[in-house]
């Protein structure tokens, strides 16, 4: 997912590495247009889909260190380039040029990056190759064995469990917060990283911390009607107070007449408390302060970042990015505090398997090569060198995107990768509570239904109830046209 939805692109790198912004990442994108529009590639040239950011460290700056050179360096044939096609960062907008290349049987690209969000659709079309049948033993072993699970689940065949995609990185959803202004505030912050506090605890130091500094901003996030808030926000929301969209999560990755659960208690409860960040309701028995600011059903990710990150806010949800950015030294450093999300329903108190306590919304992005490419050969050679740890930890270092290993966080030199690496032990608890979105060949318009109900919800156009019962209507109406086409 991109900018616009896991924070995929837009990066800000870690100290020393700035050459990735800015013209090295504007050089690079014109140069993968330029070739993939004019001459073509050459006969050892793999064409490969990404934004501009990841366009920047691939390519490098000619004179600094790249991802290029990194996979040489871990064994790739120094006669194969990566040439980039820029893509813009939108999520929806890459995976409609996606779509479009490969329904039409067109090559290249040879590598497409695809959402984690929607890569299983295009497997389950028979538009990516089967890495498991292609892939050599010692590099499925490792990354099945060293991968995060969960973006790996975003990565295979539902039906068959074979590997089509390689993640490129995962994203994790975390809470930014100033831990000075809260310990200002009387707040003692200090196990927040690795035990996060209930709602009602997280809204009230917010707001005491926001009053005593004279701020304008509690908490920002990310409300507006777009992909973001159906993948990821609301989904991290609505699990920690024990709701599902189709129940547990083993329903996630399997459509076709699921048990609809966003009618019920716990999501309803959850939009109440949001109402109550951002209107000030008390709908509920519970009692939350007013933290967020109206205009927050407008924002997506940078839009919430920036009152942050320029100190007009207490805390932001974001993702890695936003730790690179505002945990320097230049900014705030230690006094940057990280944490999953607060939570209202115990793991212990939930109905459905997967909800409850701490989350963390799952994002990322994974490599997949076309079925129609004629440099297949040479671009399962690209993902076998993306699989290894000196790639990752060079995409870690010159980009902050998190490796697919996330042991490579803690045995990081801070040095190198920057801010991220001081919250490794809040990183490992991120992936052990990641919730993915429901990835199936579905989700593109059960996602639409459910950001646009959900915003609705937000903005006081509908009622909760009222929204949320809406919204379970025309997801039955969904699962039941998949259970009728496949009788």
């Known amino acids: 997912m991109g900018r616009d939805t896991t924070g995929g692109d837009d990066r800000f790198s870690a100290g020393r590495r700035s050459f990735l912004t800015g013209t090295a990442a504007a050089t690079a994108g014109a140069v993968g247009v330029a070739g993939c529009l004019s001459r073509g590639p050459g006969p050892n040239t793999v064409v490969m889909t990404a934004d501009s950011g990841v366009a920047g460290i691939i390519q490098g700056d000619g004179d600094g260190p ?84 969960a973006i790996l689940e975003t990565a295979r065949d539902p039906q068959t469990g074979d590997l089509h995609a390689l993640p490129l990185f995962p994203d994790l959803g975390f809470t930014l917060y100033r831990q000075d202004l809260l310990e200002d505030a009387g707040y003692d912050t200090s196990g927040w990283g690795t035990d996060p506090p209930r ?22 996030t990310q409300a507006a009607a777009y992909e973001g808030l159906s993948c990821c926000t609301f989904n991290e929301v609505m699990t920690s107070w024990g709701g599902a969209y189709f129940g547990g999560t083993d329903n996630l990755f399997t459509a076709g007449e699921r048990p609809i659960a966003v009618d019920e208690e716990p999501v309803i409860d959850a939009i109440r408390m949001m109402r109550s960040f951002i ?37 932001n949800r974001n993702w890695s990015f936003a730790i690179a950015q505002t945990g320097t030294e230049e900014a705030f450093g230690e006094d940057l505090g990280v944490m999953t999300r607060p939570y209202a329903v115990s793991e212990s108190n939930a109905e459905y398997q997967g909800t409850g306590g701490t ?38 270092e010159l980009g902050g995107y998190l490796p697919p290993n996330l042991d490579l966080v803690a045995e990081a030199d801070p040095d190198d990768v920057g801010p991220v690496a001081r919250y490794a032990d809040v990183v490992q608890l991120a992936s052990e509570n990641a919730i993915p979105r429901p990835a199936t060949d579905l989700w593109p318009e059960q996602s639409a239904l459910i950001y646009q109900s959900v915003n609705a919800a937000y903005r006081g156009v509908q009622s909760p109830e009222a929204a949320m019962n809406d919204l379970a209507e ?14």
């Not at 809204?203 to 911390?209: G, I, K, Y």
């Not at 993902?383 to 290894?388: C, G, M, P, R, S």
């Not at 025309?474 to 009788?487: N, R």
Request: net charge negative; proline share 3%; glycine share 6%.
């Open 359 to 396: 989350t963390a919304a799952l994002g990322g992005w994974n490599l997949a090569v076309s079925p129609f490419s004629d440099r297949q050969a040479e671009a399962l050679q690209v993902l076998e060198a993306f699989a290894t740890e000196e790639v990752m930890l060079a995409v870690f």
């Open 199 to 220: 709602w009602e605890e997280f809204a009230s130091a917010v707001r005491d911390a926001r009053d005593g500094a004279g701020l304008d901003y509690g908490f920002t």
């Open 66 to 149: 790249s991802v290029q050179q990194a996979l040489w360096d871990a064994g790739l044939n120094e006669d194969i380039n990566i040439e980039i096609q820029t893509v813009v960062s939108d999520s929806a907008s890459r995976m409609q040029t996606a779509q479009s290349a490969l329904e039409a049987g067109r090559a290249p690209p040879d590598i497409h990056m695809m959402d984690s969000g929607w890569t299983v659709p295009f497997i389950l079309r028979n538009q990516t190759v089967n890495l498991t049948e292609e892939l050599s033993e010692d590099v499925l072993e490792r990354v099945n064995s060293d991968y995060l699970e």
């Open 279 to 315: 209107e000030g309701e008390q709908s509920s028995a519970d009692q939350f302060a007013q933290i967020c600011p109206s205009a927050v059903v407008q924002w997506t990710e940078q839009q919430s970042l920036s009152p942050f990150a320029d100190g007009s806010a207490v805390s």
């Open 474 to 487: 025309e997801l039955e109406q969904s699962e039941a046209e998949v259970a009728t086409d496949g009788d």
